[in-house]
């Protein structure tokens, strides 16, 4: 999931975007963030007992927080089951590893799963010698991800696909190549000789500027730069690879905010100049950073592992042991206290409901929610009743995912890359395909292929009306039209998993709408912090950094809280 569903990125984006870094920052109504943890210099009590906390420092890591003496019971009816110092709700790729750094450092943790299996929306499927994925497929191998598969003794386990596996767009009835240098690209036959030169001139800053500064949709942004051609034929089948999105109502500064900065880099508005200042900052910073971990692998991979991507959040299990609960869904949240805004030291609790009907109660100092934005929503409501209103905003559409073999004889051609895209003008309902045997071939049986295409999205909301026979239909329809011999047979359907709630939107307004649900979480509920996808990022590198920074901010929380405590009690 490098870049949603498809992680299609092409690779002139992928390096254009990788020297900005996006800044996690959220201003709230009482005091503006400057880093990940500054929202707890708002706490009131905090600054009262710094200079009293800092006299009695004695010790840098935590194993458990002790809780008061006395709390409110969260019902007559229930009593406690358990206590943790960080209760983590999802055990997809950022709960995972947030847990798990957060176990490493020391901090009590607990995960629960409400489903029977740890992975959230990764789901790795192993059968008939077919090994395929029903939701992300691959990543792109991050200095933050390859620290984890370190630490998770997954090195041996990493499978890399081939840099140089071409990638394609499907536009009137032939696959075109997308190109992976400059040379490439004025070859590039998607584009007429009138659209490269439009999006050559807009690239080095010949475009129409944004004088009122609004913020722009990706569509808005994108033809304003490059032009319409380049929307139409390479960036709108990107956005459905990526997003399953409608570029017309993404944001671009929330959605591709790298990207975008990098029209704010430079004198000029280009995006080329951008990009060589950008090159030139991270080369000269490179030896002020420290490495992060010693794995090295090609510039320009796609990851997954041996048996599928639910490696990842299986080895945490693994490693975690019981503190890792599935079948356990969260049903109500309670805490103590009076619940006015900065109050510290809160105790929370968490009801549950698991497998055999039974209810358990966990007390916990800290809470992460990796559970999508609607979820989280109905869980938040008692306490912060217009940010769950702002949560439940956030558009989520329905994608399914087709997983399909076909006999290598049934191909008109050596099947060779990566996959392809299909713009949206086409008219074809699936929105692109990845040729995963093509990618790890050891994942299929001899004179076997195996595709993973997804259909539906932001702009085919029908879909989700469909049968799993009608989907299967329609998918492998449109592959004959792409890659199938007239007389191919019919595909051996390994997988169709509806995501009736897939990916969330980042449209207009999603940044302002975070930084007011932001704000009012840290200002009612301490402790608390959300960390599903609809903030970090879809992508797995995003999910993983993301997992790591909550760790960070939980672990201090619950260090400065304790020793706030300790200075208290005489």
């Known amino acids: 999931m490098s870049s949603g569903f498809l992680c299609f990125c092409p690779n002139a984006v992928i390096k254009a975007a990788q020297y900005v870094r996006p800044k996690n920052t959220f201003s709230c109504k009482h005091y503006t963030c400057k880093n990940r943890n500054s929202w707890f ?14 006299q009695q420092r004695t010790t840098s890591h935590v194993s458990k927080l002790p809780f008061r003496q006395t709390w409110k019971a969260v019902s007559a009816q229930h009593t406690e089951d358990g206590e943790c110092s960080v209760l983590i709700i999802g055990s997809g790729v950022t709960g995972s590893t947030a847990a798990f750094q957060l176990a490493e450092s020391g901090i009590d943790v607990l995960v629960a799963e409400k489903n029977e299996q740890v992975g959230g929306n990764i789901i790795s499927r192993k059968e ?3 090994i395929w994925e029903e939701g992300p497929n691959t990543f792109q191998p991050t200095p933050d991800i390859l620290v984890m598969i370190e630490k998770l003794g997954l090195v041996d386990k990493l499978v890399l696909a ?49 004088l009122k500064k609004k913020e722009e949709t990706v569509r808005d942004f994108v033809t304003r730069h490059l032009g319409e051609e380049v929307y139409e034929r390479l960036v709108d089948p990107f956005i459905s690879g990526v997003y399953a999105g409608d570029p ?11 990207v975008q900065a990098l029209e704010e880099k430079g004198v000029t508005q280009s995006l080329i100049e951008g990009a060589i200042i950008r090159m030139f900052e991270t080369k000269n910073s490179k030896g002020k950073k420290e490495t992060k971990g010693s794995l090295k692998v090609p510039r320009g991979s796609l990851g997954s592992f041996k048996d599928g991507l639910q490696m990842y959040p299986q080895s945490v299990q693994s490693k975690l042991s019981n503190k890792v609960k599935t079948g356990w869904k969260l049903i109500r949240l309670e805490k103590s206290g009076n619940g006015s805004s900065h109050q510290s030291c809160e105790d929370y609790f968490a009801v549950f409901q698991i497998p055999n009907g039974i209810t358990k109660v966990i007390r916990t100092k800290a809470l992460i929610f990796t559970s999508p934005a609607y979820i989280t929503a109905s869980l938040l409501r008692p306490f912060i009743p217009n940010a769950s209103d702002l949560l439940e905003q956030i558009y989520y559409p329905c994608v399914v995912s087709v997983s399909l073999a076909y006999p290598s004889s049934s191909f008109r051609f050596p099947l060779s890359g990566f996959g392809h895209l299909i713009p949206r003008s086409t008219k074809i309902r699936t929105l692109g395909t990845i040729w995963s045997s093509s990618l790890f071939p050891y994942r299929v049986p001899e004179g076997y292929h195996l595709l993973s295409s997804y259909i539906g999205g932001a702009q085919d909301t029908d879909i989700a009306s469909l049968s799993e026979d009608q989907v299967v239909k329609q998918v492998d329809s449109d592959i004959r039209k792409i890659l199938l011999r007239q007389d191919a047979a019919l595909p051996k359907v390994l997988g169709v998993r509806h995501w009736n709630k897939a990916i969330p ?4 307004g999603h940044l302002s709408r975070m930084e007011t649900i932001q704000s009012q979480v840290s200002e009612t509920l301490p402790g608390v912090f959300l960390g599903g996808n609809y903030v970090s990022g879809i992508s797995f590198g995003d999910c993983v950094s993301f997992g790591m920074q909550l760790a960070d901010q939980a672990s201090y929380y619950i260090k400065e809280n304790t020793e706030l405590l300790s200075s208290t009690v005489v």
Request: a positive charge; proline letters at 5%.
């Open 505 to 508: 939107q980042y449209e207009l």
């Open 128 to 130: 008939q010698g077919f």
């Open 248 to 258: 017309s109502k993404l944001s671009m500064k929330a959605a591709f905010k790298r």
């Open 41 to 54: 210099y708002g706490n009131e009590l905090y600054i009262k007992r710094r200079k009293v906390v800092e």
């Open 162 to 210: 081939d840099a140089k596996l071409p990638r394609y767009v499907f536009y009137q009835d032939k696959l075109h190549k997308i190109p992976s240098s400059p040379f490439e690209a004025c070859q590039f036959s998607l584009l007429s000789t009138r659209g490269k030169l439009r999006a050559f001139l807009g690239a080095i800053g010949f475009a129409p500027m944004n």
